[in-house]
């Protein structure tokens, strides 16, 4: 007897640029528009999911129910649960990479000091990885080298878009003294915010910060003594 499928809430109704998720090696790309939504309504489960549950506490049997379909359909899609997670990181990355074109168009920053924009733009990071932390912290240890080339990929877009705002607000050093800085100071950054997401509640420090407002007024402290160094 086939099971009735879940009454369950769907998930998120944000929808998922499927583009770049069918190109993965880990999905078996629809072919009808029906097979498309199913793929859509996957991904979405497991977003919802993970809006409050841990990836190691999620099951395909959970993520069916929130879908509305049965086992057997996921795995027509994808080959474990792991694989809707890289599909979710695809699409989650595509989201951060519009968002920071978006935060960090130096227009946006014409009436602010280079402290300002700094700490605004940290603070949306750091809320980025507390929002997405259930996604992001399995996505990163899965030791998974496509995730890995899209982490890299985001942060260099990151320290050029920053980069561009701080040549437009201050005048210590050449252009390429102020682009090395600031990548530096950019990597640094996301690194303190990924060690952060992935110890979560354990302190790596004596002196931690107790929210991200906080996190990111250390994170300016941090990058503006890296900038302004023999300035």
Request: hydrophobic share 40%.
């Amino acid at each position: 007897m086939a099971r009735p499928r879940s009454k369950a809430p769907k998930a998120s109704a944000k929808t998922h640029d499927l583009a770049g998720i069918v190109t993965l090696e880990r999905v078996n790309a629809p072919k009808q528009a029906r097979s498309e939504q199913r793929l859509q309504d996957i991904i979405q489960a497991l977003e919802a999911l993970l809006d409050g549950r841990s990836f190691e506490e999620i099951t395909i049997p959970d993520i069916a129910a929130r879908a509305g379909c049965v086992p057997a359909s996921i795995y027509a899609r994808f080959r474990d649960k792991n694989s809707i997670l890289v599909a979710l990181h695809e699409s989650i990355h595509n989201r951060q990479m519009v968002q920071i074109d978006e935060n960090m168009r130096p227009e946006r920053h014409a009436g602010l000091s280079l402290d300002e924009s700094i700490f605004m733009i940290f603070r949306n990071l750091a809320r980025h990885y507390t929002r997405h932390r259930n996604l992001l912290r399995p996505a990163f240890l899965l030791g998974d080298r496509e995730i890995y080339e899209r982490a890299a990929n985001l942060i260099r877009q990151a320290s050029d878009r920053i980069a561009a705002i701080v040549r437009q607000k201050t005048k210590a050093g050449s252009h390429d003294q102020i682009d090395k800085r600031v990548d530096l100071g950019t990597r640094a950054v996301y690194a303190l915010l990924q060690q952060r997401m992935v110890f979560q509640s354990l302190a790596t420090g004596r002196y931690m910060p107790a929210n991200d407002d906080e996190m990111a007024a250390e994170l300016v402290l941090l990058f503006k003594r890296n900038l302004l160094q023999d300035a």
